[in-house]
């Protein structure tokens, strides 16, 4: 997939200088086999940094005035980054943008997410939207495809830019001047949501977060995350808690009662997972987090 992503920009013949830098995680396999080329540079780390870190040695080396943060499991389509890098050249007010997301079979993934809220974290830790997960109440309620996923289905696909409060962290192209104002990425987060914590400080600094439906990549998704599934849940916990801590300080104590009924009724589907040892210990450990908030 990794090969494929980087074929993928190379045909794409963006028509302005860039370079693409490959950041591996302490892999195993062959995945960084048969990649080479003038403006390709791999770093490999002797272990796995996480994400937000990784992707900071990224913009940290980078040289561009623009930063394209791109999943290994993506294929960029046509002349998309052409398309991304002029309405960043013609918007100025623009800190994060993103593109239409698809999938293989060509229908539209949700593109962004909406911020935080109890609700939010109701649904996920519970993972009670994945049983659900086309439900109309679940989907309007829980947010946790934000609030704009009626927006991007293959009945209702936005024409025009749109502004939301974050992007999905498959795809996503940053001012490098905004970022010298806003920071790089919270190293805090391991696993998921750094992406949103950026796109909450890039408004918090007068700067908008916006989707370029024009532009689109295919995604794959959950190739790797699929792997390991009770560590996943681990990290999505121990990220929430620490975005609420960091931006809403005052709802601590609520929050941790709603992700301590909300690990209680996770609980409940333990005994059915085939993974029963791993998912309970994994359960175990966000409930010792949570206590300990």
Not at 10 to 17: A, H, I, R
Not at 46 to 67: E, T
Not at 211 to 220: E, G, K, Q, R
Request: aromatic share 14%.
């Amino acid at each position: 997939m990794l090969r494929n992503c980087v074929r993928s920009i190379l045909t794409s013949k963006p028509d302005f200088n860039y370079e693409i830098l490959i950041f591996d995680n302490n892999s195993s396999g062959d995945s960084l086999d048969g990649i080479s080329g003038n403006n390709i540079k791999i770093i490999r780390n002797d272990q796995n940094l996480g994400f937000a870190k990784a992707c900071n040695q990224g913009i940290r080396l980078s040289r561009g005035k623009y930063v394209l943060l791109l999943n290994p499991d993506t294929l960029v389509m046509n002349d998309s980054l052409n398309k991304m890098v002029y309405f960043l050249d013609d918007n100025k007010n623009v800190g994060i943008l993103g593109c239409k997301l698809l999938n293989p079979d060509g229908s539209v993934q949700p593109a962004c997410h909406a911020f935080l809220t109890l609700t939010h974290v109701f649904f996920e830790v519970s993972q009670l939207n994945r049983l659900f997960p086309k439900n109309k109440f679940f989907i309007k309620t829980l947010g946790f495809l934000s609030n704009y996923f009626s927006l991007f289905t293959n009945y209702r696909v936005p024409t025009q830019p749109l502004e939301v409060d974050s992007v999905m962290g498959s795809c996503y192209m940053i001012r490098e001047e905004a970022l010298q104002k806003v920071g790089l990425l919270d190293e805090n987060f391991f696993l998921y949501h750094e992406e949103m914590e950026l796109s909450y400080r890039m408004w918090q600094e007068g700067y908008k977060v916006m989707i370029y439906p024009l532009a689109s990549i295919t995604h794959y998704g959950k190739h790797s995350t699929k792997k390991v599934p009770n560590f996943v849940y681990y990290e999505r916990c121990k990220s929430i808690l620490y975005f609420f801590r960091k931006h809403k300080n005052t709802q601590n104590r609520t929050l941790k009662l709603v992700m301590l009924m909300s690990l209680f009724m996770n609980f409940l589907s333990v005994p059915f997972k085939k993974d029963f040892r791993s998912a309970l210990s994994y359960r175990l450990k966000v409930f010792k987090l949570i206590t300990n908030y």
